[in-house]
């Protein structure tokens, strides 16, 4: 229709010039000019309209197919549904076609929580990226992209690479078969590198002439000693060329050293093999041209590598061996006896000397070095001929990381025993205070306020129970004391403390808490920690106390710890979780001589009096018993503090029932009362305990069967003694009490049974595991005693 209406507007027009004109020529002219453009405009319209069916038609999804199967990459494009609409063989094979990205089946639910992570940034942002991802089960780490396409932005283009994993030993064998090789090559050092099974891995141009005849040859994958002949003298011909060649000295550097796990299985670490001509020759017939080549090899290499003229001169190392030798600022002295302690300087004096003569090949000697004479070290040493001037090749590995752990673990063990030692000390203590506590309390009874004896036998007591409260400490310290642990935020016991903090440390000392989040909670009994806290506020008031005018900082800080983060803390703590307090004053810092006994019991450095050394010894037994490590060290200035003492503690998260659902048991609670009497077996070998635990519990209107030892007390139920409770002692000498329990259990297996010890409840918890045993902790008084069994029995009938 509308062609229509044009044809009949054209007629009309020349119609028009026709009349009004009515020249022939002009009317034609002007048909003819219309006619064209009619025509052009047909022909735009044509193509215009071509242009849009060409991009209303489908995708050729095929061409796409081709064009996204690209070697090492996986390719996917999912739409808006993330529904996969096209993918590249590669991804197919791997993942199949039932589901798209990111909704991928993954081992790791942190890698599948990162694609859907990368494919929302993608939506908003256009484009996308994560890394180090797990896709599978095997150890390669993949990068992902996400890009999003489409004339309506509506699809995405996922790319899949795996991460390049280049290990040192390829780092060095790229070396070796590169430039490195080159100038080895020049000074008569012919390199390659060789792996645990004796192939090649890389080799430099010179060994591959030697080898084959071509400089260009690829020995990857060969033998090594394929290319080897050794004479009965020893000496080292390439098999080519045989004794008509050059001889060659071998020295085998193994690259154990370079890595973490090379380091825990030598015999999985490839080596660098160097051969050496034993008659090279030099540019000038001196040392001095080949001793800086040398050096630029040696510096190469992580190992600890030296060398001496044959007078015992050194002539260079490389920054690892300096390292070792503890002077990485202040260079190399004279002569390799200046390295190492007076009585061991004649020893590596005549080594060097005797291998300078080149008599003998390779070798080692024990030394102990200035720097740290406590740990010997050996020392290796090569002879080196065919240089020039005979020299004298030295190695050393830098063993700092080590002894470091050595040192730990060397502490760790001290602890332990220490520990051991103090809580069997504590344990026989306690028999000793409960049998004076309840004479105390047994005589009280006997006298009234205002007797001459009242006030002596209070201020025994007294001193008894300041006499129990050391031993409470010695056996936290030794992590045997009870703890009442409860699932707990490290925030919230810093913030119950804070303000008795702020009284202890008075106007002076400026208290600063900062938190982290995502904290996790962590299993502790929360008074113990406030101890720890108020012992760590102490020992920091004092310490600022002492410098200066008294004003200070102590920052106290909680931090979420990785597991990651804990490989940098030695062997004494577990990789894990962990929720970390850390406590930093501006005291001035700990003298280095005593930073490694300040976890001591009974040692400290204040004057006579002021301090019973035993504050920092619980600290770190109670730290130790809740499953957490504790270090300290001295820290310089930093974001506006000064120099000072940092205490970090570290306690694992605890991942069982959330904070909350454990019922801290009241201490003020009044125990349920017992007043019809009751037959109880008491088992202590002990006389003093035992008879002051008899006289208690008769009083209290117990009957009671006092017996020494464990044998007696099976003997008591077995000959048909009726008790309603049994009472006794958990290490006795004979039947202990435990032993006596399960006995006891096999005749009476409904008897309950209270043991008595001065050990942590946990502990014998676990170590005991017998159902409906109860518990109570040494030194006890009377009371206590009568009220225990008293409440034992009214759980036992009810």
């Avoid at 297996?749 to 902790?777: K, Q, V, W």
Wanted: charged content about 25%; overall charge negative; glycine content about 10%.
């Amino acid at each position: 229709m509308g062609w229509l209406v044009l044809a009949l507007a054209l007629l009309v027009s020349i119609s028009a010039v026709w009349l009004l004109s009515e020249v022939p020529i002009l009317t034609a002219a002007y048909a003819g000019g219309l006619a064209t453009l009619m025509a052009l405009l047909i022909v735009l319209r044509g193509k215009a309209g071509a242009k849009q069916a060409d991009a209303l038609a489908p995708p050729d999804w095929s061409v796409t197919l081709a064009a996204i199967d690209q070697p090492g990459m996986l390719v996917a494009i999912t739409d808006r549904a993330n529904r996969l609409v096209c993918a590249s063989a590669a991804f197919s094979a791997r993942f199949g076609v039932e589901r798209a990205p990111p909704n991928l089946t993954l081992s790791e639910e942190n890698a599948a929580e990162m694609l859907l992570k990368t494919a929302r940034e993608a939506w908003r942002e256009g484009r996308s990226h994560a890394s180090h991802l797990s896709l599978g089960k095997e150890d390669v780490r993949w990068e992902v992209e996400a890009q999003r396409v489409g004339r309506g932005d509506d699809h995405l283009v996922w790319r899949f690479r795996p991460e390049s994993s280049e290990d040192l030993a390829t780092e060095v064998g790229q070396l070796v078969a590169g430039p490195l090789g080159r100038m080895l090559g020049r000074v008569g050092v012919i390199a390659a590198l060789v792996s645990p099974t004796g192939t090649v891995r890389a080799a430099s141009s010179d060994f591959a002439e030697r080898a084959t005849g071509d400089a260009s040859a690829t020995l990857a994958g060969r033998e090594f000693a394929d290319f080897l002949r050794l004479d009965e003298r020893e000496r080292i011909f390439f098999a080519r060329t045989g004794r008509e060649g050059d001889s060659f000295q071998l020295i085998h550097v193994s690259l154990n050293d370079l890595d973490d796990d090379w380091a825990a299985e030598p015999q999985d670490a490839p080596s660098l093999m160097l051969l050496i001509e034993a008659h090279a020759p030099m540019a000038d017939n001196t040392g001095g041209d080949a001793t800086p080549k040398l050096e630029a090899l040696i510096e190469a290499l992580p190992l600890g590598l030296a060398m001496t003229d044959r007078d015992g001169r050194f002539l260079f190392a490389n920054p690892s061996f300096l390292r070792a030798i503890g002077r990485p600022d202040q260079g190399l002295p004279t002569f390799p006896s200046d390295l190492v302690v007076r009585e061991d300087k004649s020893a590596i004096s005549d080594a060097v000397r005797r291998f300078g003569k080149g008599g003998i090949a390779s070798g080692d000697v024990a030394v102990r070095l200035a720097s740290s004479p406590d740990e010997p070290v050996s020392l290796g040493l090569a002879s080196m001929r065919g240089l020039g001037e005979p020299a004298v090749l030295l190695t050393l590995a830098d063993k700092k990381e080590d002894t470091e752990l050595k040192r730990q673990m060397a502490q760790a063990t001290k602890m332990q025993a220490i520990g051991q030692l103090a809580g069997g000390v504590a344990h026989d203590f306690n028999n000793v205070l409960t049998a004076i506590i309840g004479y105390c309390d047994l005589m009280l009874l006997r006298h009234m306020p205002g007797d001459s004896d009242y006030d002596d036998i209070q201020q025994i007591r007294a001193n008894s129970n300041r006499a129990a409260s050391l031993t409470r400490q010695l056996l936290a310290f030794s992590r045997q004391q009870t703890l009442r642990p409860e699932v707990v935020q490290l925030p919230d016991v810093v913030s119950e403390v804070s303000q008795l903090l702020k009284r202890l440390l008075g106007e002076k000392i400026e208290l600063r808490v900062r938190h982290d989040r995502d904290l996790g909670p962590v299993r502790a009994d929360p008074g113990q920690l406030e101890q720890v806290i108020v012992n760590l506020a102490v020992n920091a008031r004092d310490a600022i106390a002492a410098q200066g005018d008294g004003t200070g900082t102590l920052v106290m800080s909680t931090r979420k710890v990785t597991v990651k983060d804990t490989r940098a803390h030695g062997p004494d703590m577990p990789p894990g979780d962990y929720t970390a307090l850390i406590v930093r004053d501006t005291g001035g810092g700990i003298p280095q001589a005593v930073l490694g006994k300040i976890f001591d019991p009974f040692f400290t450095t204040k004057e006579q009096g002021k301090g019973t050394g035993l504050g920092l010894s619980t600290v770190y037994g109670i730290i130790r018993q809740s499953g957490g490590h504790i270090s300290a060290e001295n820290v310089g200035p930093s974001e506006g503090l000064g120099a000072g003492a940092c205490f970090a503690i570290h306690l694992p998260v605890h991942h069982g029932a959330p904070a909350g659902d454990e019922k801290r048991p009241d201490a003020e609670e009044p125990a349920r009362s017992w007043s019809s009497g009751g037959r109880v077996l008491l088992v202590e070998d002990e006389d003093m305990v035992r008879a002051v635990a008899e006289r208690a519990l008769v009083r209290a209107g117990f009957t009671v069967s006092a017996q020494p030892d464990g044998e007696d007390g099976l003997a008591e139920i077995a000959n048909g003694g009726a008790f309603d409770l049994i009472v006794s002692d958990v290490v006795m000498p004979g039947m202990d009490g435990p032993a006596m329990a399960r006995a006891i259990r096999k005749l009476r297996p409904d008897i309950p049974i209270l043991f008595m010890s001065g050990y942590a409840e946990e502990t014998l918890r676990s170590e005991i595991d017998i159902d409906n045993m109860h518990f109570i902790a040494k030194p006890f008084s009377v009371e206590q005693i009568s009220r225990k069994v008293g409440e034992v029995l009214s759980t036992a009938k009810a």
